[in-house]
Every structure is written in structure tokens, then in C-alpha cells.
């Protein structure tokens, strides 16, 4: 490949780059219906043009916010099942405290609107985060009769609840001491060794 080829191509996965990041950052601040293209060119710096080029429409861009997110939440997690909570909880905690996570508190106010045009989006968000939470989870440490998937549920969704809880008062919820919770409450063969 020549020099300016791979120029160019770098000059596209830049601009890529550049937009993601915008957008996260305004979805996360006003919202995704409230944003525009010409407040994420704005942001970015790019033709609003680039938009539809690299994304077919804002949904798209969506799309690789979301993913772009959701590698970012999945790659700090171990890799080996029954490492949950241990590590993966502290992850989860510090993750929580990071400011893009904003973004998945505002769009959930907008995804359980019954016309949510990301709400397809969000919900494959929950699942691939449902889906490496359960891998990490053994069936033999939950108590009689609760399934893995139903626990599954139960942690993620009580994650989120204190994700939102302390995005909208940091000063009445304690982290630390809700880590330590949840850490006494999970079942001994889910505790952190």
C-alpha cells in the first residue's frame, strides 16, 4: 500500500475516532434525541457530512457508540468464569465512577419511552452485558432453586440501579460501602477468595 493510501485510511479511523467520541460525550450530556449532527461535527471538529458517510444516520453512530462502550465495559473484565465478583466487581465500581458512563444513565431514561428508536440498541447492550456477567458465574455457588440467569439479572440490574442512583446524587451514595454490600450479600462460592 502506498504512502498516501494509508494516510487517508488513517486519516478516516481518526475521524471515526473523533466522532464516537463526540457524540458519546453529547449523548451522555443532552441525550440522544436532543443532539444533532451539527453539535457532533461541532464537537469533533468534522464535516457533519462525515456523519452519514461513516455511519449511514445518527442511529448508526449510535450503534458505534454503544459498541465502542460496551468493548470498553467487557475488556475489564477477567476472562475466567467464577471470577465474579472478585476483581470484576472492583472493575464494576470503578467503571461506574468513570464519566462516560453518564452515557448509559441518560439513555435509559430515553429507551424505556415505547417509541425509543435506540431502545433495540440498548436492550443487545443489556444482554451482552447479561452474557459475560453469567459466563463468570458458576451455577454450584448460588443457593437451591436460583438459576444463574435469574442472579444474573438480579446483579446487573441492582449495578445499574446504583450506577443511576449515584449519577444523580453522588453525595448520598458511598461506593465503597455499597461495593462491600454487595460483596456480603452474594453467595460464599461467589465471594472474593
Same mark, same amino acid.
Given at each position: 500500500? /502506498?504512502?498516501?493510501? !494509508?494516510?487517508?485510511?488513517?486519516? &478516516?479511523?481518526?475521524?471515526?475516532?473523533?466522532?464516537?467520541?463526540?457524540?458519546?460525550?453529547?449523548?451522555?450530556?443532552? %441525550?440522544?434525541?436532543?443532539? #444533532?449532527?451539527?453539535?457532533?461535527?461541532?464537537?469533533?471538529?468534522?464535516?457533519?457530512?462525515?456523519?452519514?458517510?461513516?455511519? %449511514?444516520?445518527? +442511529?448508526?453512530?449510535?450503534?458505534?457508540? $454503544?459498541?465502542?462502550?460496551?468493548?470498553? *465495559?467487557?475488556?475489564?473484565?477477567?476472562? #475466567?468464569? %467464577?471470577?465474579?465478583?472478585?476483581?470484576?466487581?472492583?472493575? $464494576?465500581? #470503578?467503571?461506574?465512577?468513570?464519566?462516560? !458512563?453518564?452515557?448509559?444513565? &441518560?439513555? +435509559?431514561?430515553?429507551?424505556?419511552? *415505547? /417509541? #425509543?428508536?435506540?431502545?433495540?440498541?440498548?436492550?443487545?447492550?443489556?444482554?451482552?452485558?447479561?452474557?459475560?456477567?453469567?459466563?463468570?458465574?458458576?451455577?454450584?455457588?448460588?443457593?437451591?432453586?436460583?438459576?444463574?440467569?435469574?442472579? !444474573?439479572?438480579?446483579?446487573?440490574?441492582?449495578?445499574?440501579? $446504583?450506577?443511576?442512583?449515584?449519577?444523580?446524587?453522588?453525595?448520598? *451514595?458511598?461506593?465503597?460501602?455499597?461495593?462491600?454490600?454487595?460483596?456480603? +450479600?452474594?453467595?460464599?462460592?461467589?465471594?472474593?477468595?
Amino acid at each position: 500500500m /502506498d504512502r498516501m493510501a !494509508t494516510r487517508r485510511i488513517e486519516r &478516516t479511523q481518526e475521524s471515526r475516532r473523533l466522532l464516537v467520541a463526540a457524540a458519546a460525550e453529547l449523548f451522555a450530556e443532552k %441525550g440522544y434525541r436532543q443532539t #444533532s449532527f451539527i453539535d457532533i461535527a461541532d464537537k469533533a471538529g468534522i464535516s457533519r457530512g462525515s456523519i452519514p458517510w461513516h455511519f %449511514g444516520n445518527k +442511529l448508526g453512530l449510535l450503534e458505534a457508540v $454503544v459498541d465502542d462502550q460496551l468493548q470498553t *465495559v467487557l475488556t475489564g473484565f477477567p476472562s #475466567s468464569p %467464577g471470577e465474579l465478583p472478585g476483581d470484576s466487581l472492583d472493575q $464494576v465500581m #470503578s467503571f461506574i465512577r468513570l464519566p462516560a !458512563t453518564r452515557l448509559f444513565i &441518560t439513555l +435509559l431514561a430515553e429507551v424505556v419511552e *415505547v /417509541d #425509543s428508536p435506540i431502545r433495540e440498541h440498548y436492550a443487545r447492550l443489556h444482554a451482552a452485558l447479561r452474557q459475560t456477567v453469567r459466563a463468570r458465574i458458576p451455577a454450584e455457588a448460588l443457593p437451591p432453586g436460583t438459576t444463574p440467569e435469574a442472579f !444474573t439479572v438480579l446483579l446487573v440490574g441492582a449495578i445499574i440501579g $446504583v450506577h443511576a442512583q449515584w449519577r444523580v446524587a453522588p453525595e448520598a *451514595v458511598d461506593l465503597e460501602a455499597v461495593r462491600a454490600a454487595i460483596r456480603a +450479600l452474594l453467595p460464599a462460592g461467589l465471594r472474593q477468595p
